[in-house]
């Protein structure tokens, strides 16, 4: 463990538990706002090929109905025992 981790950890530690519990949410949230950059990330880099292979964008109404999609799914997911 790192000097800068043992240091958070310390400052932490002398929260009180509502308080933790909020440094945990936005620790959740940085992670979640890092995963969805990367993931755009990845979009922009394949556009080019798909680009040159002639793939036509998607329309507005077309990316609206996938994001739908795709929500639904991952909250059918979140309710399966």
Known sequence: MNAN?????????????ERQAEVEDFVDFLAAKAGKQAAFDRLLAIAPALQAAGVKPMTQEEINAEIKAA???????????
């Open 5 to 17: 981790t043992r240091i958070l950890l310390d400052k932490l530690q002398r929260l009180p538990p």
């Open 71 to 81: 929500r639904a799914e991952r909250r059918a997911r979140a309710h399966r025992p």
